[in-house]
C-alpha cells in the first residue's frame, strides 16, 4: 500500500509529534510506520537503530530524531531540545 501522511498533533512541551497515515489500522499494525521509516531511510542514505521499546533512529540525517510506534498512538517522533520545530517538520513532510 502506498501511505499517505500527515501531522495529527504536536506537543511542544514534551517534543513530540503524531503522525496519522491513511491506514485505518495505525494503531493497531505497524505497517505504515515501517513505511516511513523505510522512506525516511532510504531518503538520507541512512542506517535504521533500534533503540529499544519499539523506538527506532534514522543515523545520517543529523536531527536526531526517534521514531516510535505503539498500539495506543500510533506514529510519534520526538525530537530532541534546542531542535528547531519548523525545520523537524519541514524534513518530515518530505517523506509525506
Do not use: A
Amino acid at each position: 500500500m502506498d501511505y499517505n501522511y500527515k501531522i495529527l498533533y504536536i506537543n511542544k512541551k514534551e517534543r513530540w509529534i503524531t503522525i496519522k497515515s491513511n491506514d485505518k489500522f495505525d494503531s493497531y499494525e505497524p505497517d505504515s510506520f515501517i513505511c516511513l521509516m523505510k522512506r525516511i531511510r532510504d531518503g538520507t542514505n541512512g542506517i535504521i537503530e533500534d533503540i529499544g521499546d519499539t523506538r527506532y533512529r534514522i543515523n545520517g540525517n543529523g536531527l536526531k530524531l526517534i521514531y516510535q510506534w505503539d498500539g495506543c498512538f500510533g506514529i510519534s517522533i520526538i525530537y530532541p531540545k534546542g531542535s528547531h520545530l519548523d525545520g523537524v517538520i519541514k524534513f518530515l513532510e518530505q517523506y509525506f
